[in-house]
């Protein structure tokens, strides 16, 4: 199956460019449409369950990391429109697999492009892998590329 809508996740590292780089040649081969995904981890920021009991400066600190995430999905879009000319761009916050899997879902995404650390062990263990999980719950293909170097 061709897919028509591609979703590339980002975590604005040079693990990602690889993947949005692998996203764009499948886009223009697709004739598909690019949709750049990014998701702000808000296990890091606190408890988002409670967030109507989130610190005021806290509240603060992501209402920045979201205005700073639209921004570079903007930049990324407007480098990758120089390629394609059917690019969107989104942000979410929450875990990160299961919000990629959820917004692939509502999106009819047919292929999920995304980095990964490729790491063993005890990083793997105390990390975990977002891109693992995706595999594991994606309801679509998943195109993993792992980093030049682990």
Same mark, same amino acid.
């Given at each position: ?19 949005? +780089? ?42 920045? +990391? ?33 919000? +990629? ?24 263990? +105390? ?24």
């Amino acid at each position: 199956m061709i897919p028509s809508k591609i979703l590339v996740c980002t975590d604005f590292s040079e693990n990602s460019v690889r993947a949005r +780089i692998l996203a764009i040649e499948y886009a223009r081969v697709f004739k598909a449409e690019l949709i750049l995904l990014h998701v702000v981890n808000s296990r890091l920021l606190g408890y988002p369950t409670f967030a109507d009991r989130i610190p005021l400066d806290m509240a603060l600190v992501q209402q920045n +990391i979201e205005e700073g995430v639209t921004e570079e999905l903007e930049l990324l879009a407007n480098d990758c429109r120089r390629d394609l000319a059917d690019v969107r761009g989104y942000s979410r916050s929450g875990a990160p697999a299961e919000e +990629i899997v959820r917004f692939a879902d509502e999106e009819s995404v047919g292929l999920i492009v995304m980095g990964t650390h490729g790491w063993t062990g005890v990083k793997h263990l +105390i990390l975990g892998s977002t891109a693992e999980n995706v595999v594991r719950t994606a309801n679509c293909p998943v195109l993993t590329v792992r980093a030049k170097s682990a």
